[in-house]
């Protein structure tokens, strides 16, 4: 398996793959890999000659530094892992100083609002952060495609926005979250739960379900109640927001309106990590 940490070997390489007329999948990663990141990189060979599959912890997208010393490293085993799934995968595994050049800062983008809301809210600079590694792996790459998980569905917008008002021609293309079997949302992060946490955090999905079924007889107002109330009588979980939001704007849905979409999200503290998941509603 080829592993460039240069972003100029990894540019020339592409450039000749394009040349020959493979077509190249890209998906962004931050390594930890688990199924949920397979199912992208299963999705992205399905589509497209080569898969290139970056493995970076991106220090601009963490707002604690805490959060980014704690966040699982496993390169050799995501390395592993990738070998069994395919030989049509290279992998980008860049240094913090090969991608930054010394100067650690994000460029501050225009995301028409889509970053003010929900994790913009409470994680100060993370979608700057995430645009910034983001167009910088596009611009490396170059793919035909590039593959993002639907858990972050607000990355996902954000990352669309991005590629719009940058005028990228890569075709950003969201994935259905993988579940674990009680039904967390797979995340490089349940890695550092307790059993007991990790087996009853099926109560973050299992409380999306029911906001659903609510979705169209109660009000968002009245579904967002229901919810804090499951959480403050939970002695593992922590609420920090939950919101239901029209899912092109991620703007809070106030009014139901018939012809728009709608998706309940969540963000929860448990073992003091930080939990997001979200579910269409309509
Ligand atoms: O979703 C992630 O793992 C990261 O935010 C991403 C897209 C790889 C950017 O660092």
């Avoid at 995301?111 to 952060?129: I, N, Q, S």
């Avoid at 495609?145 to 917008?157: I, N, P, R, S, T």
């Avoid at 099926?202 to 107002?221: E, R």
């Amino acid at each position: 398996m080829k592993i460039f940490d240069r972003k100029k070997e990894l540019n020339n390489f592409t450039a000749k793959q394009r040349k020959e007329d493979h077509t190249i999948g890209l998906v962004p990663t931050m390594g930890a890999l688990h199924t949920g990141h397979i199912s992208l990189v299963k999705k992205a060979l399905s589509e497209n000659d080569l898969v290139v599959v970056s493995i970076f912890v991106n220090p601009t997208q963490f707002d604690k530094k805490d959060d980014l010393e704690k966040y699982p490293r496993t390169f050799d085993k995501d390395i592993e892992l990738l070998k069994q799934v395919s030989d049509n995968i290279v992998v980008f595994a860049p240094t913090v100083d090969e991608i930054y050049e010394g100067n650690i800062t994000s460029e501050a983008y225009q995301f028409d609002g889509l970053d003010k809301v929900m994790e913009g809210e409470f994680r100060t600079g993370h979608f700057d952060g995430v645009g910034t590694i983001v167009e910088l792996l596009l611009r490396t790459v170059a793919p035909d495609k590039a593959y993002f998980g639907e858990k972050d569905f607000q990355q996902l917008q954000i990352i669309r926005k991005m590629a719009e008002i940058k005028n990228l021609p890569y075709e950003i293309i969201g994935c259905p979250i993988e579940r674990e079997p009680h039904g967390l949302a797979m995340s490089s992060r349940n890695e550092r739960l307790s059993k007991e946490t990790r087996e009853q955090a099926g109560f973050i999905h299992n409380t999306l379900q029911t906001a659903k079924t609510d979705f169209g007889t109660k009000s968002a107002i009245g579904i967002a109640d229901w919810v804090k109330a499951q959480f403050e009588q939970h002695p593992l979980f922590d609420l920090e927001y939950f919101e239901i939001a029209d899912e092109n704007t991620l703007t809070p849905a106030l009014k139901i309106q018939n012809n728009q979409k709608y998706r309940a999200f969540i963000a929860v503290y448990a073992d003091g990590v930080r939990l997001i998941d979200n579910l269409r509603l309509n």
